[in-house]
């Protein structure tokens, strides 16, 4: 057996996403043009359902996961054909995020490598640097909505800085001074933490979705005792479709749900990778996200129908909900139990996987850390703040990123379950020889390149052209034609050897 090199480097990134340490397992013949400790086949697997648990509840139990929920009842529906909405998505994101686990969990490496079997060993930077650079968007959008959270604290404390949240005042490039320092103080918080690696991150990571639920139920009682248990009423805002025309508007809320958990659904590899077996990760799914999910809905739901009679509007963002409670203390806890679990999440599913991604576009020059870094420094650029702002942009936002999700995950699965049969040769993927089984051309597999090409292109076409009934569906069309194109070129394509099963090498 060849020799293997430990890895502390490796030690380090995994304590900082909250996980059990597990060294890469480094062959003396791998390619260090493919290869570094963080890339490498784990050497142990030992995360249980309940670390997938926590995972999905901490991503669940976010401010922009409260938002994104408010936002779908500004579509006209009566709030029970919401929740069948979230809960119908939802299923849909359990189900796709058991299809994406299994090559990883199987093979223990990250989402960058198990995709150079589909696209080749260089090939893989295509999608590696397309979910890079989505990571990017959401990391700048959860660190705008926990700044906006902080925000809250800040205005309740010091009523004077009040015309400094002014953008009208204050502002530049569509956010006021306050929530530029905010930003910023959120932005070095969180660079901080993750550089150092610290034990502190896991202890967010426990401490965040757990949390959350705490201020949830203690706003609903609340809520309730202000109002009354007769006050609730799950029929909010104004109801403007019913009966067969609710159809097609539930389903463009089914598509958005899914969206917005495309990117972490897609990569979800870089975790599941950390699984001791499949059956604890689908276990570790369910609770986090049918299950948790639909009780954190319930919730939503529930506490801005209170809103209404406690406050005289409906409110639907919790942050805004906990301001106007009339207590300086509830105000804080709540704002800062929505920040602090909003920077927990942020870290590791926006940190980890840029760090992956662009660390496997040059494996001995860019480390995880640098890989992080470049998804931070991205984020400020791209002004999330002008993304996610009201309930129509959020959905222009999720449909754009959804048309270039979909055809890499369109791609990966067909590859994996119909052309490889579950089949993966591990040492194969890290090798740059002519003769590697995913070597291809050149060390890339047009087959995969055109069919990503094709679907992002059409996918994106009705978002860009604000065709809505059409462009919400963006995910779903990218996929569909991933899916499809990739099928139809790799079975004419000798390259691909398409139905050789392959052994799977320890």
Same mark, same amino acid.
């Given at each position: 057996m060849a020799d293997t090199i430990p890895s502390k480097h490796h030690e380090d990134l995994v304590e900082a996403a909250g996980m059990p340490v597990g060294s890469g397992v480094t062959k003396a013949g791998y390619d260090p043009r493919l290869t570094n400790e963080d890339l490498a086949p784990l050497k142990e697997q030992r995360w249980g359902s309940y670390n997938i648990f926590a995972f999905w509840m901490s991503d669940v139990h976010s401010v922009g996961g409260y938002v994104t929920a408010g936002s779908?009842?500004?579509?006209?529906?009566?709030s029970w054909q919401v929740l069948i909405s979230l809960v119908v998505g939802i299923t849909i994101v359990y189900f796709f995020c058991n299809l994406v686990a299994k090559p990883s969990q199987m093979t223990g490496v990250p989402y960058p490598v198990i995709n150079? *079997?589909?696209? +080749?060993? #260089?090939? !893989?930077?295509?999608?590696?640097?397309?979910?890079?650079?989505i990571a990017v968007a959401w990391y700048g959008i959860q660190t705008y909505l926990a700044s906006a959270a902080l925000d809250v604290v800040l205005?309740?404390?010091?009523?004077?800085?009040m015309p400094y949240a002014d953008v009208d005042q204050y502002g530049f490039l569509g956010l006021p001074l306050l929530g530029w320092c905010t930003y910023a103080l959120l932005w070095v918080l969180q660079a901080a933490v993750f550089w150092t690696g610290m034990?502190?991150?896991?202890?967010?990571?426990?401490f965040c979705g757990p949390a959350v639920y705490?201020?949830?139920? *203690?706003?609903? +009682?609340? #809520?309730? !005792?202000?109002?009354?248990?007769?006050?609730?009423?799950?029929?909010?805002?104004?109801?403007t479709v019913t009966g067969v025309d609710a159809i097609p508007v539930m389903l463009g809320a089914i598509a958005l749900v899914v969206s917005y958990f495309s990117g972490p659904m897609l990569n979800f590899g870089d975790f599941s990778r950390y699984g001791k077996s499949f059956q604890a990760v689908r276990i570790g799914n369910f609770l986090g996200l049918p299950v948790n999910f639909?009780?954190?809905?319930?919730l939503t739901v529930v506490t801005a129908s209170l809103t209404v009679p406690v406050f005289g509007e409906l409110i639907t963002d919790p942050v805004t909900t906990v301001a106007r409670i009339d207590s300086t203390f509830a105000i804080v806890l709540g704002a800062l139990t929505f920040t602090i679990a909003t920077i927990g999440i942020n870290i590791v599913a926006n940190f980890i996987s840029p760090a992956f991604d662009f660390s496997n576009v040059s494996p001995q020059r860019i480390s995880w850390r640098a890989g992080g870094m470049i998804a931070a420094v991205g984020s400020v650029?791209?002004?999330?703040?002008?993304?996610?702002?009201?309930?129509?942009?959020?959905?222009?936002?999720?449909?754009?990123?959804?048309?270039?999700?979909g055809p890499l995950f369109g791609v990966l699965i067909a590859d994996y379950y119909l052309i490889r049969r579950q089949q993966v040769d591990v040492d194969a993927m890290f090798t740059m020889s002519p003769t590697g089984r995913y070597y291809y051309k050149r060390g890339y597999h047009p087959p995969a390149i055109i069919a990503t090409a094709v679907g992002a292109v059409v996918a994106v076409i009705p978002v860009l052209g604000k065709m809505t009934d059409v462009a919400q569906y963006s995910w779903f069309i990218g996929c569909g034609l991933g899916f499809a194109v990739y099928l139809g070129l790799v079975r004419r394509s000798p390259v691909s050897a398409p139905f050789d099963p392959i052994k799977i090498k320890s």
């Open positions: 779908l009842f500004a579509l006209g529906l009566s150079r *079997v589909a696209f +080749g060993v #260089l090939g !893989a930077n295509v999608p590696a640097i397309i979910r890079g650079a205005l309740k404390l010091w009523p004077a800085l034990e502190t991150i896991r202890k967010f990571i426990d705490v201020v949830m139920f *203690v706003l609903a +009682g609340y #809520l309730i !005792a202000e109002a009354g248990w007769s006050a609730i009423d799950l029929n909010l805002g104004e109801v639909l009780m954190f809905s319930i650029l791209l002004t999330p703040w002008n993304l996610y702002n009201n309930p129509e942009v959020i959905h222009y936002t999720l449909e754009t990123l959804g048309a270039f999700i």
